[in-house]
């Protein structure tokens, strides 16, 4: 990662992917001194604005970063083509479950794996999604209008072949007709041609997660409203889950994390993501202020409250995210640099965030990585 973003309140640029052991102090408000024991080159920060697509932003940021590990240019590539081709499959889905399952715009990481793998990929410079003199991305009315004609479909008696054009028809006056071929430095490309070129192998990702009401060293397919093509995951402890991504991280690999933000303790504007060991019951916002700006003792999580948080809805498929780096805080504390796609604005960290490695245990619903971020031990068991 090209940490251009403040590190909590900071103004202090990294350049290189190569910063290990440096410590990293505040220019502005707050007190946390972190320092970075890893930290992984990415791209630029994006921002999905008023659309429910972190999936397809956080999985291509973490494929642009997989480009880079390889020895790749970097590129920004499209999140617009990897959304429009999901929705097509998504209202399939929709039309022949007669509406008895999910419909939204939102993902999962194996979507983006989805649309690479059968149908391509594209950069954003050929394909931007925005056809009507927006200035920032705005789903609001195409996400409405196109459950509003699907839902019609299913309440007809026949189900016609006329449907899907109609979808297409919508997509393509909201995010434009993606092109069949464009140019790209100096080459002519079809979707399948450049994604072969960029050489991802979606075969050689994985998805991971821990929770106990399935057999660990399963897999399984995850219950939250996102996971509309019902793709399924590994299931492993948890203890094996953060050694995963720890691996990864200090061997080079960077994470496509899917988490829960809906915590007190996160906060973008802060740049932090935290569960201090506090009752929350007893915190006032002055408190609260303090919790977020002071780095702090933090909960123990074990498999057990994460299950929990889990089974009682406290902690459901908020956000698709991209993990870079690691850091500790003055007092030892690990927290994993986070790489959002909310823009730049409205946080101290330049669109950056570091979660606490307790919020990590907590409030992660599964990752992606790539086969070979996993110990071997671990990929035994799971059968890779």
């Given at each position: 990662?090209?940490?251009?973003?403040?590190?909590?309140?900071?103004?202090?640029?990294?350049?290189?992917?190569?910063?290990?052991?440096?410590?990293?102090?505040?220019?502005?408000?707050?007190?946390?001194?972190?320092?970075?024991?890893?930290?992984?080159?990415?791209?630029?920060?994006?921002?999905?604005?008023?659309?429910?697509?972190?999936?397809?932003?956080?999985?291509?940021?973490?494929?642009?970063?997989?480009?880079?590990?390889?020895?790749?240019?970097?590129?920004?590539?499209?999140?617009?083509?990897?959304?429009?081709?999901?929705?097509?499959?998504?209202?399939?889905?929709?039309?022949?479950?007669?509406?008895?399952?999910?419909?939204?715009?939102?993902?999962?990481?194996?979507?983006?794996?989805?649309?690479?793998?059968?149908?391509?990929?594209?950069?954003?410079?050929?394909?931007?999604?925005?056809?009507?003199?927006?200035?920032?991305?705005n789903h609001q009315e195409m996400d409405?209008?196109?459950?509003?004609?699907?839902?019609?479909?299913?309440?007809?008696?026949?189900?016609?072949?006329?449907?899907?054009?109609?979808?297409?028809?919508?997509?393509?006056?909201?995010?434009?007709?993606?092109?069949?071929?464009?140019?790209?430095?100096?080459?002519?490309?079809?979707?399948k041609s450049f994604a072969t070129s960029?050489?991802?192998?979606?075969?050689?990702?994985?998805?991971?997660?821990?929770?106990?009401?399935?057999?660990?060293?399963?897999?399984?397919a995850i219950e939250v409203p996102d996971?509309?093509?019902?793709?399924?995951?590994?299931?492993?402890?948890?203890?094996?889950?953060?050694?995963?991504?720890?691996?990864?991280?200090?061997?080079?690999?960077?994470?496509?994390?899917?988490?829960?933000?809906?915590?007190?303790?996160?906060?973008?504007?802060?740049?932090?993501?935290?569960?201090?060991?506090?009752?929350?019951?007893?915190?006032?916002?002055?408190?609260?202020?303090?919790?977020?700006?002071?780095?702090?003792?933090?909960?123990?999580?074990?498999?057990?409250?994460?299950?929990?948080?889990?089974?009682?809805?406290?902690?459901?498929?908020?956000?698709?995210?991209?993990?870079?780096?690691?850091?500790?805080?003055?007092?030892?504390?690990?927290?994993?640099?986070?790489?959002?796609?909310?823009?730049?604005?409205?946080?101290?960290?330049?669109?950056?965030?570091?979660?606490?490695?307790?919020?990590?245990?907590?409030?992660?619903?599964?990752?992606?990585?790539?086969?070979?971020?996993?110990?071997?031990?671990?990929?035994?068991?799971?059968?890779?």
């Amino acid at each position: 990662m090209n940490i251009k973003n403040s590190i909590l309140l900071s103004a202090l640029v990294l350049t290189t992917s190569a910063i290990t052991a440096q410590t990293l102090t505040n220019k502005k408000d707050g007190n946390y001194k972190f320092t970075v024991v890893k930290n992984l080159d990415a791209t630029e920060v994006q921002n999905q604005a008023q659309s429910s697509t972190c999936w397809s932003f956080s999985s291509l940021s973490f494929f642009e970063s997989e480009m880079i590990r390889m020895g790749k240019p970097k590129m920004n590539l499209s999140e617009m083509f990897i959304v429009r081709t999901a929705y097509m499959a998504k209202a399939d889905k929709y039309v022949r479950m007669h509406g008895a399952t999910g419909f939204s715009p939102g993902g999962a990481f194996h979507d983006a794996a989805y649309v690479i793998k059968n149908f391509g990929l594209m950069p954003q410079v050929a394909y931007i999604g925005m056809v009507n003199g927006e200035k920032d991305i705005n789903h609001q009315e195409m996400d409405n209008m196109l459950k509003a004609q699907l839902d019609v479909v299913i309440k007809g008696n026949k189900i016609t072949t006329a449907w899907p054009k109609a979808i297409d028809a919508t997509l393509d006056a909201y995010l434009g007709k993606a092109p069949e071929k464009f140019d790209y430095m100096g080459k002519q490309y079809d979707p399948k041609s450049f994604a072969t070129s960029l050489g991802l192998n979606m075969d050689n990702y994985v998805e991971i997660s821990s929770f106990s009401h399935h057999p660990f060293y399963t897999k399984f397919a995850i219950e939250v409203p996102d996971n509309w093509s019902w793709d399924q995951l590994y299931n492993v402890p948890l203890n094996e889950m953060m050694d995963v991504m720890d691996n990864a991280i200090m061997n080079g690999y960077s994470i496509a994390w899917g988490a829960d933000v809906s915590e007190k303790g996160f906060s973008f504007k802060n740049g932090v993501a935290i569960v201090p060991d506090v009752d929350w019951n007893d915190v006032k916002k002055e408190k609260l202020d303090s919790v977020l700006l002071n780095p702090g003792k933090q909960m123990e999580i074990t498999q057990a409250i994460r299950q929990t948080a889990f089974d009682n809805y406290e902690t459901q498929d908020d956000h698709g995210m991209h993990i870079v780096g690691i850091v500790k805080d003055q007092n030892g504390t690990k927290y994993y640099v986070v790489k959002n796609s909310w823009g730049i604005k409205n946080n101290d960290c330049d669109g950056y965030f570091y979660a606490s490695e307790a919020f990590v245990k907590y409030k992660t619903t599964s990752i992606m990585v790539h086969k070979d971020a996993v110990k071997k031990e671990i990929g035994k068991k799971l059968g890779f």
